[in-house]
């Protein structure tokens, strides 16, 4: 198993916007992919309370890449993305890491 972390960078006052892309179209496209979340968070003190940041689940980065490019290329999604931007672009910048558990971890 392997985690991926996720850290969305939002433009000024857009994370309310990204909020509401998540509940109301991304989870369905993830779960429609069958991409498995660990878990979404927002910062409570940090450098910015205007990142969301989340862990994602793969067996395999094979199938990490297989799942995450039929998501991005899936026209719902493209579609979705766009009307969302309508007001303006709310991700500025978007930091990726992949993680393997060490063997005393809590999770597998």
Known sequence: MIYELRVYHCAPGRLPALHQRFTQVTLALFQKHGIE???????????????????????????????????????EWTAARAASEADGVIVERIENSFLAPTAYSSVS
């Open 37 to 75: 979340q660990a878990g979404f968070f927002t910062t409570v003190v940090g450098a910015s309370n205007q990142t969301l940041t989340y862990l994602l689940k793969w067996d395999s980065l094979a199938e990490r890449e297989a799942k995450w490019n039929a998501f991005v290329g899936d026209p």
